[in-house]
């Protein structure tokens, strides 16, 4: 079982002392930096100049260089794209690291893949929200928050936990609760759900749908409406109530067809090819192609998005969300 800590669990005084260093102040950058702050923790802003330096000094905020920011934070917590961590730790943080500060990170793919490797003098720490940045900031209005993960990969001080969780109840996430994990766990299993479920498998099954429909001869804009647009309505009722509440949320023909049929096309062949995914995750060798085409200017993403941009799937999405006013 995991530990699973709530508002009642964390003392927030542990971070009374602290200066917090958001790197970035882009989603959840702004987002968390607005309820830290909220939350009575001393918060300045590490930033390029531009768009984000201009928006966190209408915020209210102290912005710096990002090497200055780390000078003077004592958690120094990187809200910045895992592509770029390597660069910015090497070029801004990493002689700004006396012993005893803090780097917090919101996801774990830079520490677990080496991009990054701090001293032993720090702590280093993950508070990772399971929302978007905008959502974690309008709940934390609301009085509530977005469930979040925290996860220590060192304790130099000897208070690294306690850390993680004055950060994570400073952004409302223990309102709800925060879940006790592991860098390699976080990263791994947010990787694999991305490839086979959250990203990859609904897109792919999404088209896949969309494209047997048209083969079969029905109306592309029909065939969108079924294979695409609905799977909101679904998934909404998933998210509120769970795969048993949907079932009973539609009618008797969709709930005999889908538990009847679903298993023959999201068959052991498909669960076979997920687990190749979990084993080249595991193994290190998606990281290493990610950060090779990364590093290589990503030519295989933007071919790839070039190809969904221009699919059929795409083309008619588009006038079928403007005709129901979804999209401008």
């Known amino acids: 079982m995991v530990n699973i800590y709530y508002d009642q669990d964390v003392d927030l005084s542990v971070l009374k002392d602290e200066v917090i260093a958001v790197i970035g102040y882009g989603s959840q950058g702004r987002n968390q930096s607005l309820n830290l702050r909220d939350s009575g923790i ?7 100049p531009g768009k984000s330096e201009k928006l966190a000094k209408e915020d209210g905020f102290e912005t710096y260089s990002i090497d ?13 794209p895992d592509m770029v961590h390597r660069e910015v730790y090497e070029k801004y943080i990493e002689d700004n690291l006396s012993p005893g500060k803090a780097l917090c990170f919101s996801h774990g793919f830079s520490i677990h893949y080496k991009q990054v490797e701090p001293p032993s003098s720090v702590d280093v720490i993950m508070v990772a929200p399971k929302g978007p940045g905008p959502l974690v900031r309008e709940n934390y209005l ?19 936990k306690q850390r993680a969780l004055g950060i994570a109840k400073a952004i409302g996430a223990t309102r709800v609760g925060v879940i006790e994990t592991t860098f390699k766990d976080e990263t791994e299993s947010d990787l694999i759900g991305e490839q086979t479920v959250l990203v990859g498998g609904l897109m792919e099954l999404i088209k896949a749908g969309f494209e047997v429909l048209v083969e079969a001869g029905y109306p592309p804009e029909l065939s969108y409406f079924e294979a695409c647009n609905e799977a909101k309505l679904i ?17 008797d023909t969709a709930k005999y067809g889908g538990l009847v049929v679903g298993p023959k096309v999201i068959d052991e062949h498909v ?10 995750v595991k193994s290190g060798a998606f990281a290493k192609k990610w950060i090779k085409e990364y590093e290589n200017g990503s030519p295989t993403l933007k071919k790839l998005m070039k190809e969904i941009e221009d699919h059929q799937l795409e083309v008619v999405g588009k006038k079928m969300r403007k005709l129901a006013g979804i999209e401008r």
């Open 42 to 48: 001393e918060v300045i802003i590490g930033c390029r």
């Open 271 to 280: 669960k076979e090819n997920m687990r190749k995914v979990v084993e080249e």
């Open 68 to 80: 200055e920011a780390a000078r003077r934070a004592t958690i120094i917590y990187m809200l910045i």
């Open 142 to 160: 609301k009085g509530t928050g977005v469930p979040a993960l925290i996860a220590v990969e060192q304790d130099y001080s000897g208070k690294a």
């Open 235 to 251: 998934m909404d009722l998933i998210y509120k109530s769970g795969i048993t509440g949907m079932l009973k949320a539609v009618s």
